[in-house]
């Protein structure tokens, strides 16, 4: 995999390269054309040939959104119980599952798989999210009709067993060839490819192939399965053409399909020019605990500075250890006639550690290697606890997520789907800091991302199929175990 160094400089425009397409209103939805102002990198640019496969899906979704003659035709089947044969109008649907950074993950995954095999992606959008996006495509709506969708208890259908593809395998009322009874296919079946995973073999050819005759899949997931439908034969080939640079998939594609809707952009915006953009350099911080693995907040501190010291990241100060730089003092302005300074954006539940690094530079401090550097540490919001369910809850997450997706540099944490997005829409490989599994403290505090692709937390591993396997000395250059994780894997 090639370096960060292919900077594209076409992609420093509206369309970024051809990667949106022309003609959308830019009122409707400011963030489309306006991110690339604050955004610092641009590693890739889309292929020639993702810009086709995206504007023939955008040409698809038009044809066959909701509001269309198709779409009725599709509904009208599915009402019929069972999937008919050479329609024109296939569909993914997208259910909520978890938290923003998984739903994000599984949106774009899901995107993805409709972009694999010509289908349409339509979101069953509950109404805590039903404001934080734009429309993605031109002309036509990606929301479902809920309301009327014929199949009951839509946003329950993941904890019902009944309908999910292995059930209905196992109780063959579908199948690859061999073992199917039923002579119908059923109109929908749902995929429960999250972190429960029942539905491993989805990632099978030969189950992909049952798959193409169901006109409507429910896709149930809240992770970024990308990487292991590179493992599938029969994409990996496409997956190739559409993304040269296996590290671009997750940072393209977010580009692509996220644009945070008008009042969550005015207040990323309105955040971003009073705080973060007067300073020459901007790092963002995420720091995201779970209960399975806590420590206590002074080694949790002491880990984010270790990192930092580590990958270089945080500027030191004279409270720092090293003795052996001289101090250059920097009080208030331009420390040496230098005008650099640095915003460091904390994202995290809590404002402990904002408190913790905001006193660590509160006072005047120096910077190695001669650099003075006056810092400031923000933080715009500590909510305490997650609150999926709740609109105003899920805004703010998102304008965090675009906050720290502007910044030069990035710190985030192990597991966490929220440093995931963020660094993909970066464009950033930022430094891991490690889990801390069973409570124990990591030895090494992070590591450097090897990719800035979101890590695939419950890959089907160990899967056997029928079907040809992909080719594995290919996989062996673009998938790896993650850094944060042992039992993922990730594109790199
Ligand atoms: P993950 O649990 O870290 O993988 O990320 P998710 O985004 O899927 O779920 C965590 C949820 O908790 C977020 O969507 C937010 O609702 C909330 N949350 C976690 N960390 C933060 C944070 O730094 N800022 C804000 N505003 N919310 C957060």
Redesign the pocket.
């Known amino acids: 995999t090639a370096g960060l160094t292919t900077n594209a400089p076409h992609s420093r425009d509206e369309l970024l390269g051809g990667l949106l397409p022309a003609g959308m209103d830019h009122w409707a939805c400011r963030s489309r054309y306006e991110s690339w102002q604050y955004y610092k990198h641009f590693p890739y640019a889309a292929s020639p040939y993702l810009q086709g496969k995206l504007r023939a899906y955008e040409a698809r979704h038009r044809r066959c959104a909701p509001g269309t003659p198709l779409y009725a035709k599709s509904v009208e089947q599915l009402r019929s119980g069972r999937s008919a044969e050479r329609m024109e109008c296939t569909y993914v649907v997208w259910l909520p599952f978890?938290?923003?950074?998984?739903?994000i993950l599984s949106m774009l995954s899901g995107f993805l798989y409709a972009l694999l095999t010509d289908r349409v992606l339509l979101a069953a959008l509950p109404p805590d999210s039903a404001d934080l996006f734009c429309e993605p495509f031109p002309g036509a709506t990606w929301r479902l009709p809920v309301e009327d969708f014929p199949v009951a208890n839509l946003f329950g259908v993941g904890q019902d067993m009944e309908q999910s593809y292995t059930r209905l395998v196992g109780g063959k009322v579908v199948g690859t060839a061999t073992n199917a009874t039923a002579a119908v296919t059923p109109s929908y079946v749902y995929l429960s490819i999250g972190y429960r995973l029942r539905d491993r073999i989805f990632f099978c050819g030969e189950h992909q192939r049952v798959l193409r005759k169901v006109n409507w899949l429910l896709l149930y997931s809240d992770l970024y399965f990308a990487p292991s439908l590179y493992e599938v034969a029969e994409f990996q080939d496409e997956l190739g053409r559409l993304f040269p640079e296996k590290e671009s998939v997750h940072h393209l594609l977010s580009r692509y399909l996220l644009h945070p809707a008008n009042p969550v952009w005015s207040l990323v915006i309105r955040y971003y020019r009073s705080y973060l953009a007067p300073a020459t350099r901007r790092i963002g911080v995420?720091i995201?605990m779970y209960g399975h693995s806590s420590i206590p907040a002074d080694d949790m501190y002491n880990q984010i500075l270790n990192c930092s010291r580590q990958e270089h990241i945080l500027p030191e100060t004279t409270n720092d250890d090293d003795k052996a730089v001289t101090p250059t003092a920097v009080t208030g302005g331009d420390g040496n006639g230098s005008n650099n300074s640095t915003a460091i954006f904390i994202?995290?539940?809590y404002s402990d550690y904002y408190k913790r690094l905001r006193s660590r530079y509160s006072t005047p401090h120096v910077a190695k290697g001669g650099g003075a550097t006056r810092v400031s540490v923000f933080q715009r919001?500590h909510?305490e606890r997650?609150?999926?369910d709740n609109l105003a809850?899920?805004q703010?997450?998102l304008v965090?997520i675009y906050l720290l997706s502007f910044s030069e540099e990035l710190v985030t944490s192990g597991?966490?789907?929220?440093?995931y997005v963020s660094s993909g829409l970066a464009g950033i490989r930022p430094a891991i800091l490690l889990t801390a599994f069973n409570h124990k403290v990591p030895e090494t505090p992070c590591r450097r991302a090897v990719s800035m692709e979101p890590c695939n937390l419950t890959p089907p591993r160990g899967l056997k199929c029928r079907d040809k396997p992909a080719n594995e000395e290919d996989l062996a250059h673009h998938i790896k175990v993650c850094e944060d994780f042992k039992d993922g894997v990730k594109f790199f």
């Not at 978890?98 to 739903?103: A, I, P, Q, S, V």
Request: hydrophobic content about 25%; cysteine-free; overall charge neutral.
């Open positions: 978890d938290g923003l950074g998984n739903r995420q995201r994202a995290s539940l919001t909510e997650q609150a999926t809850h899920n703010k997450a965090e597991l966490s789907t929220f440093g």
